[in-house]
């Protein structure tokens, strides 16, 4: 595709999202090929992206639009640093950083359903809650209000280490992250022992061995981070968990009980919930919001219509929705409200591992932040357990204390954030840290 916009050489490319369906070593390989041809051809490159690290790695100059304005321009330096309109500047500092402090809460860009759902106006744009608090001034930091915690300026993208400013109500040791490291002896909540899953090959292919002796364990309250290039077998390994496909092999033993066996599973309530990558697919667009979430009480619980009702309302409360959404349909709402709703869902039958997969890869950055805030937020208040599983090593630090790699089916290095960030062992978590945009600012 770039071969093929260069035929003619032209004096400008226009790159449309070019690398946002990519993993993110071949995303690197392709910035990389852009800005060598850039400079040799001496061609203009206009960028477009949702990705902070990409524009900070490639561009000099940038323009953020919202809701098809421009809100502000200027030199990458200055919009990465130092943006003036607030919804630029909270836009840049909801993203998570590689020297954020693991856990704390990101700044969030408000998400009302009046700035995201209803028309443009001045008045949106100069909504008192995008305010920007003067240098200085404490930032709001109402631990449950989505529509505060405006950011003030933040520290310039980079990894040294004085960067880190404390932003968003810094937690560092708080409970739950760090609970059952390694080494401690902590009963495992779940112990997954050499998972195997293999599909079979299309005709005249080998069959595929998707999942290869995969172990590990979870602690209670832990929050473990599986990562790895899309078809390393993530997903596969997730619905193993769910119990939604058999391994060929292996064993999960969640709370003493191998799960692998469906029998012993019947009437109980699942203790093991899922929060689904696609929060537009999985909700179905015919019912209710209220309908959604209390559907698994109906089915595993005795409780009445109003006990269930009552229930579905305060799980609405506890994910940051206005309970009188119980009576909208998924249209009605926004991506990040729909991963609420995806949320609550999975809360409702007090589960007491969450498996996350890819939870917020289809959500635009402004609302990622909100829903890992709101995942930190729920695993702490409920003790939960949590296997987090996403392609973005930078999500995965700031979610998860420890972490594990998986290349084609294989873990190829498990162990503390800090080991796996700071001190990995294999070429591919290696790569995968390479690979990961540049975050420090290095205008072409
Ligand atoms: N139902 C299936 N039938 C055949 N192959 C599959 C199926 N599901 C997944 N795969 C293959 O298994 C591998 C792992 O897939 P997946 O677990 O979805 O990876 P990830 O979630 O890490 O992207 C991929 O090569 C994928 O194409
Ligand atoms: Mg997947």
Redesign the pocket.
């Known amino acids: 595709m770039i071969a093929a916009a260069l035929v003619k050489e032209p004096d400008l490319v226009i790159a449309d999202e070019p690398t946002t369906a990519l993993d993110a070593t071949v995303q690197a390989q392709v910035l990389r090929l852009l800005t060598e041809l850039q400079r040799e051809m001496g061609m203009a490159v206009v960028l477009v992206t949702h990705d902070f690290g990409v524009v900070s790695q490639m561009c000099s100059r940038v323009v953020v639009m919202y809701r098809g304005r421009v809100v502000e321009q200027g030199s990458a330096a200055e919009v990465l640093t130092a943006a003036r309109h607030p919804y630029a500047r909270a836009l840049v500092a909801s993203v998570p950083r590689m020297d954020d402090t693991p856990g704390s809460r990101l700044p969030t860009v408000p998400e009302t359903v009046a700035s995201l759902m209803g028309p443009l106006d001045e008045e949106a744009l100069s909504d008192p809650t995008l305010r920007v608090p003067s240098a200085g001034e404490a930032r709001s930091d109402g631990p449950e209000d989505t529509a505060a915690g405006v950011p003030g300026p933040r520290a310039p993208f980079g990894r040294s280490p004085g960067a880190a400013d404390g932003v968003g109500g810094a937690e560092g040791g708080a409970p739950g992250i760090g609970k059952g490291r390694a080494g401690e002896k902590t009963t495992p909540l779940l112990s997954a022992r050499d998972l195997t899953v293999t599909?079979?090959g299309r005709i005249g292919r080998a069959p595929?061995r998707?999942?290869d002796g995969v172990s590990f364990d979870i602690a209670p309250g832990e929050s473990f981070g599986l990562v790895?290039?899309?078809?390393?077998?993530?997903?596969?390994?997730s619905r193993v968990l769910l119990g939604l496909r058999r391994p060929d092999d292996g064993s999960v033993v969640f709370d003493g009980e191998d799960i692998t066996r469906p029998t012993r599973r019947r009437g109980r309530a699942p203790a093991i919930q899922m929060v689904f990558q696609d929060p537009y697919g999985s909700l179905n667009p015919d019912r209710r919001i209220g309908h959604t979430i209390g559907a698994p009480l109906a089915l595993h619980t005795d409780l009445s219509r109003t006990e269930r009702r009552e229930r579905v309302a305060a799980l609405l409360t506890e994910v940051g929705l206005d309970p009188a959404l119980a009576d909208a349909y998924p249209d009605e709402l926004s991506g990040g409200m729909r991963q609420r709703v995806g949320i609550a869902r999975a809360l409702a039958l007090e589960p007491r591992l969450l498996v996350a997969?890819e939870p917020v890869s289809a959500l635009d950055v402004s609302v990622q932040a909100q829903v890992l805030n709101l995942l930190t937020e729920l695993r702490r208040s409920r003790g939960l357990a949590m296997l987090f599983?996403s392609?973005d090593l930078t999500v995965v630090r700031h979610m998860c204390s420890r972490i594990a790699v998986?290349h084609q089916?294989r873990i190829v290095e498990v162990g503390e954030r800090d080991q796996i960030m700071e001190r990995p062992v294999s070429d591919h978590t290696r790569a995968l840290l390479d690979a990961m945009p540049a975050l420090a600012h290095h205008p072409v």
């Not at 790895?228 to 390994?237: A, H, L, N, P, Q």
């Open positions: 599909f079979p595929l998707a999942v790895g290039e899309s078809g390393s077998g993530k997903s596969t390994i997969d599983v392609h998986l089916g």
